[in-house]
């Protein structure tokens, strides 16, 4: 193939192509999508305003305390910060599935910088967040406010310190949440979880609850055009999502997975534990895993993509593996479909 023919074909998103890319460029969300008229995108816009003069003072107000009773309130203000900013930008979230409310290690697909709302709004949890986060104007120190718990994607060293903060927080009870994938996707295919969160789960003995997030049209269809991938800048992703029209977010609360030692191995208990939350994930959305293997050829060093199902992944069998539920699920609580904004 021709050098221009491969800039062409770069430059295609998954929709384009037929199929999930390796990696996610800006084009896979460069989609058409129903618009709301000037006066509806202003209104959102004045809501936003709103929800900055007066919401996240209150939430902040809220989250007043010490100990125990901070946390219990940092949770239920960052809800009511997620879900009114979600309302304000006009976007729905339909929650479906049972839905755990004890200590566990919540972990979802990544598809949008919206993920962190729409999953905050489903109940008070505490974000696992990249470090850059921690120094965006206003989002890093309210993040900071709410308990964020940040990770350098680069400084590997600073990971077992990361894992023991995760631990701790869910020895207390509380909900930790996090994107496994370690970036985002258009939401047509999966990339392989991260395994280091999971130890997390392991060490305290808690259940992984898996939550499959899917972005839909007014008429019900699977979009791409919210999904913030590639080179896209987030002004650019915001202004496009005050403009469209009927945006649903349907959120899939999945069985959980025991986060047990059963075979005394970290390495081989915890890639077993993200198998399963990442096959339970990729069925439900009925997207592929875009799994990279390296060349078999002597000294290749370069990854060599390979995109297929994630049944076909080392270690992970057709129908095998299904938990029976017994005393994990004691304390989840049954949610019905239903929207929560």
């Not at 491969?6 to 989609?31: D, I, Q």
């Not at 910060?81 to 290690?105: F, K, M, N, Y």
């Not at 899939?252 to 390495?267: E, F, K, M, Y």
């Amino acid at each position: 193939m021709s050098a221009r023919g491969e800039n062409a074909l770069t430059a295609k998103g998954c929709t384009e192509l037929g199929h999930a890319r390796p990696v996610c460029v800006t084009a896979c969300a460069a989609t058409p999508f129903d618009r709301v008229g000037l006066l509806n995108t202003g209104m959102r816009v004045a809501g936003l305003v709103l929800v900055g003069l007066v919401v996240i003072p209150v939430a902040l107000l809220m989250s007043v305390g010490r100990g125990h009773r901070r946390q219990r309130r940092s949770g239920r203000s960052l809800t009511l910060l997620c879900r009114t900013t979600l309302r304000a930008l006009g976007v729905q979230v339909e929650l479906s599935g049972d839905l755990r409310t004890g200590a566990s290690l919540l972990v979802a697909n990544h598809v949008s910088w919206l993920d962190i709302l729409v999953l905050g709004a489903t109940g008070p949890m505490r974000p696992v967040a990249k470090e850059e986060v921690g120094g965006w104007p206003i989002v890093g120190p309210l993040a900071r406010r709410f308990g964020a718990i940040f990770v350098g994607r680069t400084d590997l060293r600073s990971l077992p310190e990361v894992v023991e903060e995760i631990t701790a927080g869910l020895r207390r009870g509380q909900r930790i949440q996090v994107f496994p994938e370690a970036t985002t996707r258009c939401g047509t295919g999966m990339d392989p979880f991260h395994r280091a969160a999971f130890q997390a789960a392991i060490n305290a003995a808690v259940v992984v609850q898996p939550m499959a997030i899917s972005y839909r049209d007014s008429a019900g269809r699977r979009m791409t055009a919210a999904a913030f991938v590639g080179d896209g800048e987030l002004v650019s992703s915001l202004r496009s999502v005050l403009r469209m029209r009927g945006l649903r977010v349907q959120v899939q609360s999945l069985r959980v997975i025991p986060g047990a030692a059963v075979t005394g191995l970290d390495a081989t208990d915890r890639r077993r534990v993200a198998a399963m939350a990442q096959r339970d994930i990729a069925r439900k959305l009925a997207v592929p895993l875009v799994v990279r293997r390296r060349s078999a050829a002597v000294g290749a060093t370069a990854p060599v993509d390979h995109i297929g199902r994630f049944d076909q992944e080392v270690g992970v069998t057709g129908g095998g593996g299904r938990r029976s539920g017994g005393d994990v699920e004691d304390r989840t609580a049954a949610v019905a479909d239903h929207v929560i904004v």
